[in-house]
T-cell receptor, first 111, second 110 residues
């Protein structure tokens, strides 16, 4: 099993550009999450999906949209990137248990 | 709202024992989790406490006191590879997502 995979690993954008971060899991987990991690700020939840077909806002959803394409895939879209969105983005998945399985992360820089 | 407090940095000597504390304030409580993250890596799950007491997994143990809204992660026989950031995380209910603390950076020195 690959676990949770994310693409791309690295990305540089210019202010105003758009992009989609992809995430997929092969563990048949119902729930999927997008977090961002900034120095000294820990992991902050952007959006989550408790099951296929549902999405909910987390702590910092502004500037982002998500799509739960199917049970395996959960994408995060930045419609108009801003320098404040420079961060490391982690996707995670879980069953209804507390353990989260994290992907390797996407390092995004917005110039 | 929810808040979690943990020390930002801890330094300990190889072979020693270190304790990383976490205090939380939540309207509900559905368990305390701990995650480890090495520089450049992804967080990995270490432990979970739903009830008061100590949970042991090898060199790592985690403790919870719900009455004190407090928990800690105990690392024994420290090794250099234990140098990493450690995050506590709580859920308010079974239907709400985890909220993470800001993390404690552990440095293990020779």
């Amino acid at each position: 099993n690959a676990g949770v995979t994310q693409t791309p690993k690295f990305q540089v954008l210019k202010t105003g550009q758009s992009m989609t971060l992809q995430c997929a899991q092969d563990m048949n987990h119902n729930s999927m999450y997008w977090y961002r991690q900034d120095p000294g700020m820990g992991l902050r939840l952007i959006y989550y999906s408790a099951s296929e077909g549902t999405t909910d806002k987390g702590e910092v959803p502004n500037g982002y949209n998500v799509s739960r394409l199917n049970k395996r895939e959960f994408s995060l879209r930045l419609e108009s990137a801003a320098p404040s969105q420079t961060s490391v983005y982690f996707c995670a998945s879980s069953t209804d248990q507390p353990k989260r399985n994290f992907g390797p992360g996407t390092r995004l820089t917005v110039l | 709202g929810q808040s979690l407090e943990q020390p930002s940095e801890v330094t300990a000597v190889e072979g020693a024992i270190v304790q990383i504390n976490c205090t939380y304030q939540t309207s509900g409580f559905y368990g305390l989790s701990w995650y480890q993250q090495h520089d450049g890596g992804a967080p990995t799950f270490l432990s979970y406490n739903a009830l008061d007491g100590l949970e042991e997994t090898g060199r790592f143990s985690s403790f919870l006191s719900r009455s004190d809204s407090y928990g800690y992660l105990l690392l024994q026989e420290l090794q250099m590879k234990d140098s990493a950031s450690y995050f506590c995380a709580v859920r308010e209910s079974g239907n709400t997502p985890l909220v993470f603390g800001k993390g404690t950076r552990l440095s293990v020195i020779a």
